[in-house]
């Protein structure tokens, strides 16, 4: 079974700064999927950024963008120009690529909340 | 607007009181489950399903129950809720099955059971 470890439960920016959030996962598979999940204070997941791991480069989402280590199995976030609305609790997720019956779930991480510092 | 929603987004009840909690999508997606999320331990499968008809259990099925008569809709329901299932509870649809699509999440529901 996958798993999906996110080792921080908080961590904390200043406004304009960078900041990586990290994220480890273990699975057998080699074609899967990666995703970054955003829940601020009104709960709602909003997906910020998806990796495909059949992917080289990493993908890239205004000031989001992702480090990619396949061989690590590390999946880690960066929040570039960080901003006061980016305060939220951040989910990694894995998905299978075969994604039918079991294997269409998401599996998330513990989640790890980020404050931001004005 | 393409949306899935739940209802209730607050509930209180007691132990033992039968009670469902909605979710419908507007999309024409095949695919709808449930998640329950508890501090320190993330978002849990609960039920799926595939199709109408289609539906199978996830990795936390106890004490739950679902149906998939119509595409649109994907009621949980909880028959003799208990404490522990307090939780906040969250339906996501999607297209298909598969590889490039996404999976778009309810507004989630907060459930308290004392």
């Known amino acids: 079974a996958q798993t999906v470890t996110q080792s921080q439960p908080e961590m904390s920016v200043q406004e304009a700064e960078t900041v990586t959030l990290s994220c480890t996962y273990d699975t057998s598979e080699s074609d899967y999927y990666l995703f970054w999940y955003k829940q601020p204070p009104s709960r709602q997941m909003i997906l910020v950024i998806r990796q495909e791991a059949y992917k080289q480069q990493n993908a890239t989402e205004n000031r989001f963008s992702v480090n990619f280590q396949k061989a690590a199995k590390s999946f880690s976030l960066k929040i570039s120009d960080s901003q006061l609305g980016d305060a939220a609790m951040y989910f990694c997720a894995y998905r299978s690529a075969r994604s039918y019956g079991a294997n269409s779930k998401l599996t998330f991480g513990k989640g790890i909340t980020l404050s931001v510092r004005p | 607007e393409a949306q899935v929603t739940q209802n209730p987004r607050y509930l209180i009840t007691v132990t033992g009181k039968k009670l469902t909690v909605t979710c419908s999508q507007n999309m024409n997606h095949e695919y709808m489950s449930w998640y329950r999320q508890d501090p320190g331990l993330g978002l849990r499968q609960i039920y799926y399903?595939?199709?109408?008809?289609?539906?199978d259990k996830g990795d936390v099925p106890e004490g739950y129950k679902v149906s998939r008569k119509e595409k649109r809709n994907f009621p949980l329901i909880l028959e003799s809720p208990s404490p522990n299932q307090t939780s906040l509870y969250f339906c996501?649809?999607?297209?298909?099955?598969?590889?490039?699509?996404?999976?778009?999440f309810g507004p989630g529901t907060r459930l308290t059971v004392t």
């Open positions: 399903s595939m199709n109408v008809e289609v539906t």
């Open positions: 996501a649809s999607s297209l298909r099955t598969g590889s490039s699509y996404e999976q778009y």
